[in-house]
Structures are given as C-alpha cells and as structure tokens.
C-alpha cells in the first residue's frame, strides 16, 4: 500500500487509522525491543495496519511462535491477509481489539506474552479503550509487556490506570515523532 493510499484509509476513518503516514522502521525497531523472542510463545498485535511492526515481529520470532494480528479496517485487513498468507503460525483476525478474549479462544491461545499496539488511544471513544485495555490486562502474561506508541502523552495517565509501571522511549525519526510505552504485567 503506497503512502497515498495510506492517506487515504486515513482521512475517511480517522478512528481506526491513528496516523498520517506509516510507521518509520525505527518507530518499528523500539516497538519490538523489549520482546524477548527466545521465550515467547504468543505475540498479538493490535492494529498492524501495513505490517511495518508484524515484519519486524515475523524477522526475530521462533518458528514455533504464535502471532496473532488483530486488525479493524477493512482494506488493512485484506493487504494483510494477502502479505502475511504462507506465514505458519500466523493468524490474522478482522475485528476489535475490544474482543481480545474471543480471538484467543479462536487460536487456542492461552494468554499473550506481549501485545503490541499501533491503536490510536487519543481518537478512540473512552470507553473502548477502557475495554481494550482492560482486556489486554486480564489476558498478559505475568511476566508480559504491552507496548504501544502516542504521539503525544495525552492517554499515558489513563493507561497507567492499567499498566502502573510506564517506561517511555521517544522516536523522532517517525512522521510525526512518537512516545513508545512498554507497559510491564505485573503491579
């Protein structure tokens, strides 16, 4: 999908395309960083929109890992389905992140190691980012991480509503620049 396309998703569904451009491989590269892709068995990932995080993911992980791709507009949907088709171990869900519980369930995945987000909290009605979170919490596991990026800091208190322990990483080489959350499990 070319950047003009990109634009496009955006400007006709701001709410589930939370950026202008896509995300920059360095934005990538801080997303993926605190993964320990010797152990995890599941990673899921949130609004993978192009796959510029997933590619990064499907590089380091083990073979035997278990990604899952959650992804809510319709035309990132079909992109991915086509890109990501011969990748085993790869499952790739249209819907909310909101039904994080039924996704799992559907791949027999007993809880996430780590979850990565490109969901655009700051645009999202409150309350599904209450559930999105919310359901993200119950289903880490307790040595687990969820990261996402903001381009401002605007929803960093509300999600240390959920996630208390915070570390922030700014990325200026990104259209625009971007904070990354790593959000640990455990309180």
């Known amino acids: 999908m070319s950047g003009l396309s990109f634009i496009k998703e955006y400007i006709t569904k701001p709410r589930t395309v939370g950026a202008i451009w896509p995300s920059s491989k360095y934005l990538a590269k ?7 892709f010797g152990t995890a ?6 609004g993978p929109g192009t796959g510029v995080f997933t590619d990064r993911i499907l590089q380091a992980r083990n073979p035997d890992t278990v990604v ?3 992804e809510n507009n319709q035309e990132f949907h079909s992109l991915l389905t086509r890109k ?11 819907g909310s992140a909101a039904n994080l519980e039924t996704y799992l369930e559907k791949n027999n995945i007993p809880q996430a190691d780590y979850i990565i987000s ?10 599904v980012s209450a559930q ?4 993200t919490k119950k289903h880490l596991a307790p040595e687990g991480r969820f990261v996402t990026f903001q381009y401002t800091l605007l929803k960093k208190d509300f999600i240390g509503e959920y996630f208390p322990d915070i ?8 259209i625009p620049p971007a904070h ?8």
Request: hydrophobic share 40%; proline share 7%.
């Open 68 to 70: 899952l791709l959650i």
């Open 167 to 174: 570390e922030i990483k700014r990325e200026l080489r990104n």
């Open 41 to 46: 068995k599941y990673i899921v990932e949130y």
């Open 132 to 135: 999105i979170l919310a359901q």
């Open 30 to 36: 801080k997303m993926v960083a605190d993964i320990d």
């Open 180 to 187: 990354v959350l790593s959000c640990k499990a455990n309180d």
């Open 84 to 94: 990501y088709q011969h990748h085993p171990n790869l499952n790739i869900e249209y």
């Open 118 to 127: 490109g969901l655009p909290f700051a645009s999202l009605p409150p309350e």
